[in-house]
């Protein structure tokens, strides 16, 4: 379950029945596309708002990955039917005019990639230190 503010919560059952065997719950998976197309996103006020999601996620067995785009940091799971989960931590205040330029870069056929992030770190699931194992 995850707290959606404003006293909501989101919730995933994991099915048990025969009739759901052959079923993909996966968001993106399920469709055929790479798991980050479709993933939920919950917004952190702040860094340390990321350390607690991340902590229950490796105790939970799941690996975790922490990037920093630059203007946000997010750490990503897979959620057990293969859902990606985000939380992200906004740095940097968006106004008109980076608006303006996604407006451009949607309407753009073949839009320049974005630089390289500055830093990816992987958190193995069940590591107790909470040390990344691997820094890019």
């Known amino acids: 379950m995850y707290d959606t503010g404003g006293g909501g919560i989101l919730a995933f059952w994991d ?3 025969p009739r759901a ?3 993909d719950a996966a968001l993106s998976r399920g469709l055929g596309l790479p798991t980050w197309v479709n993933h939920l996103a919950f917004d952190a006020a702040d860094l340390d708002g990321l350390d607690q999601p991340r902590d229950r996620w490796l ?3 799941l690996d975790v990955l922490r990037i920093d785009h630059g203007w946000a940091t997010s750490i990503y799971t897979d ?6 989960v985000e939380w992200c931590c906004t740095r940097q205040a968006l106004g008109e005019a980076e608006a303006a ?3 451009e ?13 500055t830093a990816i770190e992987f958190f ?3 590591d107790p230190g909470r040390v990344p194992i691997a820094t890019i």
């Open 101 to 103: 330029r996604a407006l």
């Open 21 to 23: 065997e052959d079923f």
């Open 105 to 117: 870069l949607l309407a753009d056929p073949a839009p320049p990639l974005a630089p390289m992030t």
């Open 124 to 126: 193995p699931a069940g």
């Open 79 to 84: 959620d057990p039917s293969g859902t990606m």
């Open 15 to 17: 099915l048990h029945d």
């Open 59 to 61: 105790a939970c067995g």
